[in-house]
């Protein structure tokens, strides 16, 4: 596997709870289900991000935009 690098993200204490105890009601741990919506998320928008970044250049952030 690749080298592994952490992402640390910081939410509110009753989200993080009840994320933690639904993962384990679902028999899966919050990285597996974490990772899995990062290989979604990526494969449904990366593929446009990158081809965008090839014709226009570097995208640039704008008042109002969202990343």
Known sequence: MD???GLR???NERLRKDFLSTCKARDTT???VLRAFMRAYVEEHGA???QGQLFNGPTT???GSRS
């Open 3 to 5: 080298d592994e690098v």
């Open 48 to 50: 446009s991000v990158r």
């Open 30 to 32: 919050a990285a597996q």
């Open 61 to 63: 952030r704008t008042a």
């Open 9 to 11: 993200i910081r939410l």
